[in-house]
C-alpha cells in the first residue's frame, strides 16, 4: 500500500468520523450532566432529512444546516422535558424519539416530494463545498508533507473543521470554565449543586440543548456535506456507534477523537475493500460492511475496560424539601 492509497483512506475516515465525534460529544454534554441519551440517532436522522429538505428548497447548505439544528433541537426539547421536567425514564424517552423520527422522516419525505421518503439530490450551493487550505497548492510537490497537508488535510467541507474544532472547545468548556464544572458536578452529585444555589434543572436542559445542536451539525454533514441528500435511515446505527465511542473514551473529549476516527478508519477501509482475498479465502462484501459494526461489539466485550458513568446519570433528581 503506498502513501497515496494511506492518504485515501485517512483522508475518507476523516469524513466519515465526523458525524460519529459530533454526535459522540453530543452525548458526552449530555451524559456528563447525569442525562442519558439513546436518542441521538433520532436527531441525527430528524437534523439530516429537514436539512437536506430546506436546502433543496432554498439551494442554500447554511439555511439546510439552520433547520436541522432546529429540528435536533426540538427533539432535545421533547427529551428534556420528558427526562428533567416530568422526571422519566431516560433510556425510554430517547428510545421514543428514536422511532419518531424514523417513522416522521420517511412519511413526511414521502408527502413532500413523492421519493419513497428521499429527498431530492442536493447539488451546488445546496451542499457544503470542499475547502482548500491556505498554500495548499504550494506545498503539494513537497514529499510527504506536501501530500498530507493538500490531501489530507485540506480539502473538507467547513462541517469536518468544525468537528475537529468542536473536540478542543468541548474540552475547555468542560474542564477550565465554571459552567463545565457545575456541569460535571450536576452529573456526579445534584444535590450538592443544589445546596449551592445552582439551578440543577437549568444546567440539565442546558446540556440537553448543547447535545441537540452538535446532533443538528452531525445529521447535516450526512446530508449535505457526505451525501448529496437524504435517504431513509442513512443514519445506519451512527448514533448507537457514537455511544459506544464515548464508553470507550470513558466520557474524556480528546479520547472521544481517537475513538471516532478509530471507526471511521473501519468504515473507509470496508468501503474501500469490498472484495478482499486474504489466503485464498473470499471475504464477502457484507463482512467489510459490517466492521465497524463488529468492532462496536468486541471493544465493548472486552477491550473498553472499567469505563464508570457519571454517578447520577440516567437518575431524575427530585429536590430535598
Known amino acids: 500500500m503506498d502513501l497515496a492509497t494511506i492518504i485515501q483512506i485517512l483522508d475518507s475516515a476523516m469524513r466519515l468520523a465526523t458525524p460519529l465525534l ?33 436546502a433543496f428548497a432554498t439551494n442554500s447548505a447554511w439555511l439546510g444546516l439552520c433547520a436541522g439544528m432546529a ?26 424519539i428514536n422511532f419518531l423520527a424514523s417513522g416522521l422522516t420517511v412519511v413526511i ?54 468537528g475537529l474544532a468542536a473536540v478542543p472547545l468541548t474540552w475547555w468548556i468542560l474542564f477550565r470554565t465554571r459552567f463545565g464544572l457545575r456541569l460535571r458536578a450536576v452529573g456526579e452529585n445534584p444535590a450538592a449543586v443544589d445546596t449551592a444555589g445552582v439551578s440543577v434543572v437549568g444546567l440539565r436542559f442546558a446540556a440537553v440543548m448543547i447535545c441537540g445542536l452538535l446532533c443538528g451539525l452531525a445529521g447535516a454533514h450526512l446530508a449535505t456535506a457526505l451525501g448529496a441528500g437524504f435517504v431513509k435511515e442513512m443514519s445506519a446505527g451512527r ?9 470507550f473514551a470513558k ?16 468504515e473507509a477501509l470496508g468501503n474501500r475493500y469490498q ?41 431524575p433528581y427530585v429536590k430535598e424539601r
Open 239 to 247: 448514533g448507537f456507534i457514537a455511544l459506544a465511542a464515548l464508553i
Open 251 to 266: 466520557w474524556r473529549p480528546w479520547y472521544a477523537l481517537g475513538a471516532c476516527l478509530l471507526f471511521g478508519l473501519l
Open 109 to 162: 419525505g414521502e408527502a413532500w416530494f413523492g421519493l419513497g421518503g428521499r429527498t431530492p439530490a442536493l447539488a451546488g450551493p445546496a451542499r457544503f463545498q470542499e475547502i482548500d487550505l491556505p498554500f495548499a497548492d504550494a506545498l503539494q510537490g513537497i514529499p510527504v508533507l506536501g501530500p498530507i497537508y493538500h490531501d489530507l488535510l485540506s480539502g473538507h467541507s467547513v462541517l469536518v473543521y468544525m
Open 275 to 315: 472484495n478482499i482475498d486474504i489466503a485464498g479465502i473470499d471475504v464477502p462484501t457484507q463482512f467489510m460492511q459490517a466492521l465497524p459494526y463488529i468492532l462496536t461489539v468486541v471493544i465493548l466485550a472486552g477491550f473498553v475496560g472499567k469505563a464508570i458513568p457519571p454517578r447520577a446519570g440516567g437518575e
Open 71 to 96: 429540528a435536533s433541537l426540538i427533539l432535545a426539547t421533547i427529551h428534556g422535558v420528558a427526562s428533567i421536567t416530568f422526571r422519566g425514564n431516560q433510556l425510554i424517552s430517547g428510545v421514543a
Open 22 to 54: 459530533l454526535a459522540c460529544l453530543a452525548g458526552l454534554f449530555s451524559e456528563r450532566a447525569g442525562i442519558f441519551d439513546i436518542g441521538l440517532e433520532g436527531k441525527m436522522l430528524a437534523a439530516a432529512f429537514l436539512s437536506a429538505s430546506v
